[in-house]
């Protein structure tokens, strides 16, 4: 897979399809093949980056505090070190964050913003989860399990974990077979999450923006939607009623069929 030298450190990425760009930016954790469901729909139509952020998969994982506004700007350098021009850009989560931040801060980079299962400032809620998901990755030593036993829980409902313990077992094995990062450096990363408050940038960002959340989903709930909505002048808001944190995962074909909907509606 290729990799650039980007805002002073290595950032690895792949690309398939062809078509208007489109960058993927994973979430909390993951690596670029994090949204491995979406890109083998997503490049029929389009010219799908998906990238390693700061601290994660094959990227650099370097010393210092992160922050979303510090990996808005990886995504910026990757941008132009990989010679992509406006784009549409996707993320899910902590990715979702670091769009914020780069659609308001660099807009002329971005075409539409797809922002899924996001929130504009870190709440009390949301900040006792991450701090239990650091607990759990420092007492098992291993940011792999802390992910299967931690954070998958929260992305899926419990309806999908008793009526489809094989596909939750599937996703697990995917993620043990994944580059994950040592626990030093999700340290780092999520501490981007706890510090995450975008409130003061989002009302500038002009790019259409398709926001949406799984009903179930109790980490970034539709408690954010509102501020979200209300703040960012051009958005359209789906709420997958079947869905927790990872509507990417728990219902494919509907959030695939949806948000490429969005996609092509502002695409040309």
């Known amino acids: 897979m290729p990799v650039v030298q980007a805002n002073g450190i290595d950032i690895n990425y792949e690309v398939q399809g062809e078509g208007e760009p489109m960058v993927l930016i994973p979430y909390l954790a993951a690596d670029q093949a994090c949204y491995a469901f979406q890109v083998a729909e997503y490049a029929k139509h389009y010219t799908c980056y998906s990238m390693d952020l700061r601290g994660a998969g094959l990227s650099s994982k370097p010393e210092g505090e992160y922050t979303t506004e510090?990996?808005?700007?990886?995504?910026?350098?990757?941008?132009?070190?990989?010679?992509?021009?406006?784009?549409?850009?996707?993320?899910?989560?902590?990715?979702?964050?670091?769009?914020?931040?780069?659609?308001?801060?660099?807009?002329?980079?971005?075409?539409?913003?797809?922002?899924?299962?996001?929130?504009?400032?870190?709440?009390?809620f949301l900040r006792v989860i991450v701090q239990g998901w650091r607990i759990m990755a420092e007492a098992l030593d291993s940011v792999t399990e802390m992910v299967i036993a931690g954070i998958l829980p929260f992305s899926l409902t419990p309806e999908l974990y008793a009526a489809r313990p094989e596909y939750v077992d599937a996703l697990a094995d995917f993620v043990r077979g994944r580059p994950m990062p040592p626990v030093d450096a999700f340290i780092r990363q999520s501490g981007a999450v706890l510090a995450h408050d975008a409130t003061t940038v989002i009302g500038s960002i002009q790019a259409p923006t398709l926001i949406t959340y799984g009903r179930h989903d109790i980490v970034t709930s539709t408690r954010f939607a509102g501020p979200l909505t209300e703040a960012i002048p051009n958005t359209e808001l789906i709420v997958f009623e079947d869905c927790a944190h990872a509507a990417i995962y728990e219902n494919v074909e509907g959030f695939n069929a949806q948000t490429l909907d969005f996609l092509q509606r502002h695409s040309g």
Do not use: N
């Open 70 to 124: 510090l990996l808005a700007d990886d995504v910026a350098a990757f941008m132009q070190a990989a010679g992509i021009g406006r784009a549409h850009i996707f993320g899910v989560s902590l990715g979702a964050a670091a769009g914020m931040w780069l659609t308001a801060k660099y807009p002329e980079a971005v075409k539409t913003l797809s922002l899924h299962s996001a929130w504009d400032k870190t709440d009390p």
